[in-house]
Antibody, heavy 117, light 107 residues
């Protein structure tokens, strides 16, 4: 079964850091672009990062550029999101997603990140 | 950056109704327009890509159309399982943008 499972969410103080992980199974994630998408409580979906197949190219929206770093471990079929200098507005469910045909065809169940003092 | 605006924000409908949701782009995008269905507490589900191509396993009552800056998702003969929130999403040049979502609720 094709599956993505996120972990690493939790409560962090403003200015703190958190590292999310996403393990892929049922497919070779390095054959795909991979992304993180977030959703604040009661709000819409927002794309927050992209990495290409071999990890050599990454993209971010301005809202997280310079604070978030996406990376991948090919051997472990795992995707990461290092989040630094966290702000209250980063509070959201973070989804690991597989890129396909201009969209996102496989989604993890999400992991909640809460930034609060 | 391209902004995607969905309308309406909420739509009340009955089982069997034909429902149309619109997504407008702030500039003329490419055809990389996708639609998702999301139920409360769950991850979104990929429904349509390239404006009108149905993802495998998605019922044929769902269809997508559009060009230029206006795109639509149509659900023919709404079923009880279709009450959910629907999101459009555009891709262009390493930027992915979602609409704000449309909630389809029971009338």
């Amino acid at each position: 079964e094709v599956q993505l499972v996120e972990s690493g969410g939790g409560l962090v103080q403003p200015g703190g850091s958190l590292r999310l992980s996403c393990t892929a199974s049922g497919f070779t994630s390095s054959n795909y672009w991979m992304h993180w998408v977030r959703q604040a409580p009661g709000k819409g979906l927002v794309w927050v990062s992209h990495v290409n197949g071999d990890g050599s190219s990454t993209t971010y929206p301005d809202s997280v550029k310079g604070r978030f770093i996406i990376s991948r471990d090919k051997a472990k079929n795992t995707l990461f999101l290092q989040m630094n200098s966290l702000r209250a507005e980063d509070t959201a469910v973070y989804f690991c997603v597989r890129g396909s045909r201009g969209g996102f065809d496989i989604w993890g169940q999400g992991t909640m990140v809460t930034v609060s003092s | 950056d391209i902004q995607m605006t969905q309308s309406p924000s909420t739509l009340s409908a009955s089982v069997g109704d034909r429902v149309t949701i619109t997504c407008r782009a702030s500039q003329s995008p490419s055809s990389w327009l996708a639609w998702y269905q999301q139920k409360p507490g769950k991850a979104p589900k990929f429904l349509i890509y390239n404006t009108s191509s149905l993802e495998s396993g998605v019922p044929s009552r769902f269809s997508g159309s559009g060009s230029g800056t206006e795109f639509t998702l149509t659900i023919n003969s709404l079923q009880p399982d279709d009450f959910a929130t629907y999101h459009c999403q555009h891709y262009n040049s390493y930027s992915w943008t979602f609409g704000q979502g449309t909630k389809v609720e029971i009338k």
